[in-house]
């Protein structure tokens, strides 16, 4: 996170025991501690809740893009109103074939003979 290596950790733990002593030393290393927990359970808790209303406005995203029962009820609707206007036309079609008269000249079998 910083790119501090060995060598300037060392240097500032010599610094740190000249300028706070042997006595004084633990305690403020433990202040210290403490201090960099605190910090990173906030930035923590931060990135958290950054990631978190990410992911919220990404299913409000969704959700605007999830049709509503009404438009789902319309695409299901339409094929099926299509469907029956083709049906009824197909049966207002063959009734209209059956109520028309037969011609004897198309169908042999249902003239009547002629007489010699």
Known sequence: MFDIGFSEMLVVGIVALL????ERLPKA???????IRKARRSFD?????????IELEELKKQLREVPTPSELAQQ????????????DQAVS?????????????????DATPRSP
């Not at 290393?29 to 201090?35: E, I, K, V």
């Not at 299901?76 to 049906?87: F, G, N, T």
């Not at 063959?94 to 079998?109: G, I, K």
């Open 76 to 87: 299901v609707v339409e094929p099926l109103d299509q469907a029956r206007r083709d049906l």
């Open 19 to 22: 300028v706070l002593g042997p």
């Open 93 to 109: 079609g063959l009734a209209n074939e059956l109520r028309r008269p037969a011609d004897p000249a198309q169908n042999p079998a």
């Open 45 to 53: 808790d931060l990135r958290y809740e950054v990631e978190r209303e």
């Open 29 to 35: 290393m433990r202040t210290l501690g403490a201090f």
